[in-house]
């Protein structure tokens, strides 16, 4: 098997953006896929690695997207490729639930013993994030025999019936979808940046009025769990406010609810730790994990101690696919790359080398509200001006589409469209990261 050269890690424009084989490809896809499969930046990649895409017109573009947080490790990662190789050949399916084999083992060790807490866990292995939030949920019903499940403003949980419940947005997400899963209660989230009185009396008020609001319309005995990103992923990087976290598992744990920390998108040194609950030194009963955990394979994983993830009957927990073993071949790969590489030392660079310039940006245009996020995870919430939150979604769009035109792959994010997120490769190099940073620079100024 020939292994193609290394990309070189280079950002180089040879047509338009998106070239003319893209668009091509895209007219196909108009009439091939789904529209309710949208498509950010329709260039059409051919190779990826490093920090690069590149596109079938033989563009170079830096990678500031990671396909949402997922090639932590890089795209096409050598350790992950030679795993997937081996597994490959040696067998690709026997479902885990009717013939077992060791990589899923493997992985559920991982996750046992890179979670946060030290007792007795026990994992299990799906597909996507949406799955493991589903099965999160059904674990902690029947640990607790209790139905209600908490969520927060801003949520993001995933796209099937119990995660659309979960998630806060109704536009693209929920929007006709309806109806919902019952049993789902909503309280506001601890976003320092918009709390009404101010950013330093938002822990206390979130905390009371989390604590006031599930007792007054759940009722803690009715309250399974508690569902909460560590930092809020399609939210808009929302960091809670200091100790809300903390706080909330604390009182979880008071009153025999089940805290799960979904760190699917946070997760896997994105954040500079292995996982974003660690900053508190929170250890949640159960945590979801998914996208960063294989590299670009499908598999997410639930964690959790080993008297909750026990309870539930045998065949309650499972799937035809989940854990597959080439997926699991790429989460070891994965794995071992982080901890070879030093990942989470390299997602704290990312922001050393990061922040400063967004702060820059910050100071130099009243239309950067706020500057937020951890490690790898960063972002800015961008508004009409200082003193004037209102959303600027189109600001944050037009920066979006300069940088795309340039060759840097942008996402956007927020409740309200107007947050730009900044998720790297941890595999990308110190000058791609600059000079993407140079074109954001240089988006502001062609946008105001
Ligand atoms: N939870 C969080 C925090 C996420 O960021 C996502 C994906 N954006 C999901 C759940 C759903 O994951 P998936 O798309 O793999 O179903």
């Given amino acids: ?80 490729v030679e795993r997937v190789r081996a597994q490959v050949a040696d067998f690709t399916h026997t479902c885990f639930m009717v013939t077992p084999y060791e990589e899923y083992l493997a992985v559920c060790e991982a996750l046992n013993e890179l979670t946060p807490g030290s007792g007795e866990k026990r994992s299990a292995l799906f597909n996507s994030g949406a799955e493991a939030v589903e099965n999160a949920v059904k674990v902690a019903r029947s640990f607790t025999g209790r139905q209600a499940v908490v969520a927060f403003d801003h949520a993001y949980h995933g796209r099937t019936n119990l995660t659309m419940a979960l998630t806060a947005k109704n536009m693209p997400y929920k929007h006709r ?13 601890a976003y320092p940046f918009r709390w009404p009185t101010g950013p330093q009396n938002c822990s206390d008020e979130a905390f009371e009025q989390f604590v006031s609001l599930v007792h007054a319309q759940v009722g803690e005995e009715n309250t399974a769990a508690v569902l909460l990103e560590p930092i809020q992923g399609e939210g808009g990087f929302i960091v809670p406010a200091p100790g809300f976290v903390r706080r909330v598992a604390d009182w979880c744990t008071q009153h ?32 979801t994990t998914a996208k960063g955990i294989a590299g670009g394979l499908p598999l997410s994983g639930l964690t959790g101690r080993a008297e909750v993830m026990d309870v539930v009957q045998s065949g309650g927990l499972g799937g035809t696919y989940g854990g597959n073993p080439v997926a699991c071949a790429a989460a070891l790969g994965s794995i071992e790359t982080m901890k070879a590489d030093n ?7 990312i922001e050393a080398l990061v922040l400063p310039r967004l702060q820059q940006l910050a100071a130099k245009y009243s239309q950067v509200g706020d500057v937020r996020g951890r490690g790898a995870m960063l972002a800015l919430e961008l508004v009409a001006d200082a003193g004037d939150l209102t959303p600027n979604s189109v600001l944050t769009g037009r920066v ?36 993407g940073l140079d074109i954001l620079e240089q988006a502001f100024a062609a946008s105001i």
């Avoid at 990942?343 to 660079?349: F, I």
């Fill in 343 to 349: 990942l989470n030392a390299r997602a704290k660079a």
């Fill in 1 to 80: 098997m020939t292994t193609p050269d290394p990309i070189e890690q280079r950002r180089i424009l040879k047509t338009a953006i998106p070239g003319p084989r893209s668009a091509e490809l895209h007219r196909r896809k108009l009439s091939a896929v789904s529209a309710g499969v949208g498509v950010g930046l329709p260039v059409y990649v051919e190779r990826a690695g490093g920090g690069v895409l590149v596109d079938v017109d033989g563009n170079q573009l830096i990678d500031f997207g990671s396909g949402i947080a997922v090639t932590t490790v890089g795209n096409a990662a050598p350790r992950v």
């Fill in 177 to 189: 979808f309806g109806p919902f899963a019952s049993e789902i209660y909503r309280v506001p989230m």
């Fill in 256 to 287: 025999g609810i089940l805290f799960i920390a979904d760190e699917i998108q946070t997760g896997f040194c994105r954040t500079g730790d292995w996982f974003a609950c660690e900053f508190e030194d929170v250890v949640p009963d159960l945590i």
């Fill in 400 to 435: 979006n589409a300069f940088c795309h035109a340039q060759g840097l792959v942008t996402l956007t994010a927020g409740t309200y469209g107007n947050v730009l997120r900044l998720l790297p490769p941890l595999s990308i190099s110190d000058e791609l990261l600059a000079e």
